[in-house]
């Protein structure tokens, strides 16, 4: 059990931090209190907003000693409530956002050292500005920092050719729960000393250490893309055409998302200046990136396989971007339909992941499953199908009140799905984690094994539960 923050700890943290790194001011507080999706909020005595690794360390040494649970926080972007603290109030905010330098780009070695509060969109520029490209983008890389990318091992939309955050990775710095500092930054290709720390920050959610910078993998500038519009029938025949992309073009495809009519048709009415690439409405689109060097290298594959696709009627319809305007276009209908969906009102998401080969089979059956449960209940699959992933979301019947709906039938209906994964061998949480959204779902699904070695990890390293209790696992 923590302990309420005493005014002497309070008092010193005032002192370390100075005024731009403490504040109890309710309005500069609000906006971290709440989660983006509205779903969570809480209450803190403070926040604290250390300007260094060594400030980082020195609170927590001050908290460690007081038995003072510590909430880290990024851009505030995560799915699953992970960095908003409980209603109590003795929780304290730790937001990173102002460690936010880049502290060195090696161009030759392609890996930059970047603090944990630099937001993904800044890191793109600054390594676009140095001839190379972090290959990791989501649709909330406007708020989403570097320290929140690593503890929730964010995934997005280039995972197909480029892995998840973790893959990404190659060194970290954090503080740990004693106050201690890990410093891990060196990217080292091999490092045979026992457990990976460096793997076990990455999704940890804060409840193992506090990321205060990390090492990371960029890649050249891509030169040329290809970003093609594909309206197709099925998920299934999605799949197929992935299976054919794959092995005629292999790894210069690096986006592969599904996205079905009402997602797209809800993107254009809710977020202004959205047009559909394709007039006529089809049951799925299918959003493909290619990606190389140079237009030369990318040598028209894309609209090769397109065209026998169109000849053999496995798509129905097609639209290659003209260029990188149209591009970014289309991928805004995509990265948008968190917000249209947030502007339709309330609903249940999941963030899902099945064997790749299983995806159409579960995007197929569980609307099914669900009506037959529960009557009218409408049921969208959109995301990385190429990754095995769809978040899908689940509305209530039209014309019931929904938040009624949802307090009646939420949990129910969110059982059905992950046993419905689970079936399929897949996992609740794909990309997104475990946050408080997911912690009693997963302590009731998981395998006991899993779920005992990840308490005795936690156990281990932070044995008072100072770090983001009542968050991923108790
Ligand atoms: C529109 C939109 C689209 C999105 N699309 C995707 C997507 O495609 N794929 C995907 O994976 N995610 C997606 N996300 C979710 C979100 O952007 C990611 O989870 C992101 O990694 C969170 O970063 P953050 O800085 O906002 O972290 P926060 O939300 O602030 O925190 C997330 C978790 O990490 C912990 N944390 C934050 N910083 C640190 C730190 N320095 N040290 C230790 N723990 C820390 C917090 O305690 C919390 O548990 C999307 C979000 C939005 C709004």
Not at 23 to 47: H, I, N, V
Not at 149 to 162: P, Y
Not at 241 to 252: K, N, P, Y
Not at 347 to 370: C, G, K, W, Y
């Amino acid at each position: 059990m923590t302990r309420a923050p005493s005014p002497s700890l309070l008092a010193a943290l005032a002192q370390l931090l100075g005024p731009k790194g403490y504040t109890t001011d309710t309005d500069a507080m609000a906006p971290w209190l709440t989660d983006w999706r509205g779903k969570y909020s809480g209450r803190s005595a403070a926040m604290l907003s250390p300007a260094s690794t060594a400030e980082v360390a020195a609170a927590v040494r001050l908290c460690a000693d007081a038995e003072v649970a510590l909430v880290p926080q990024g851009g505030n972007s995560g799915m699953v409530g992970g960095a908003t603290p409980d209603a109590g109030g003795d929780q304290l905010l730790l937001s990173l956002r102002r460690m936010n330098r880049v502290r060195s780009v090696d161009t030759a070695a392609q890996i930059a050292v970047a603090e944990a509060g630099v937001i993904l969109e800044t890191f793109h520029h600054e390594a676009l500005a140095h001839g190379l490209r972090f290959p990791l983008t989501l649709g909330g890389k406007g708020s989403a920092t570097i320290g929140g990318l690593v503890s929730t091992n964010a995934g997005g939309t280039q995972v197909l050719r480029h892995g998840t955050m973790r893959a990404l990775v190659a060194g970290i710095e954090a503080v740990l729960p004693d106050g201690s500092i890990f410093d891990g930054l060196a990217p080292l290709k091999k490092d045979n000393r026992g457990y990976d720390l460096r793997h076990l920050l990455c999704g940890a959610e804060g409840t193992l250490g506090i990321v205060t910078a990390a090492s990371l993998h960029l890649v050249p500038a891509a030169a040329a893309r290809r970003t093609a519009w594909i309206a197709i029938d099925s998920p299934a025949r999605a799949l197929l055409l992935l299976r054919r992309l794959d092995a005629s073009i292999g790894r210069e495809l690096e986006g592969f998302e599904i996205v079905p009519h009402a997602c797209l048709d809800a993107v254009l009415r809710h977020i202004p200046q959205t047009r559909a690439p394709i007039a006529a409405a089809h049951p799925w689109y299918v959003l493909a990136e290619l990606a190389g060097k140079s237009d030369q290298a990318l040598g028209g594959a894309l609209e090769r396989e397109l065209a026998a696709a169109l000849d053999t009627g496995l798509i129905r319809d097609v639209v290659i971007a003209k260029n990188d305007r149209e591009s970014e276009d289309f991928w805004r209908l995509r990265d948008s339909i968190s917000e249209a969906e947030r502007a339709e009102g309330p609903a249940l998401q999941h963030d899902v992941s099945v064997p790749v080969d299983l995806m159409p089979t579960f995007i197929a059956e569980n609307p099914a499953r669900l009506k037959q449960a529960f009557p009218g209940a409408r049921a969208l699959s959109f995301g990385h199908l190429g990754d095995g992933n769809v978040h899908h979301h689940v509305q209530p019947p039209v014309g019931a009140d929904g938040a009624a709906w949802l307090a009646a039938h939420g949990a129910a209906v969110s059982r059905l799905v992950y046993a419905h994964v689970i079936e399929l061998g897949g996992s609740l949480s794909a990309e997104h984690g475990i946050g408080q959204m997911k912690r009693a779902i997963m302590a009731e699904l998981d395998s006991p094994a899993r779920l005992a070695a990840l308490r005795a990890i936690k156990a281990g390293l932070d044995p008072a539960g100072i770090f983001n209790p009542g968050k991923l696992i108790d």
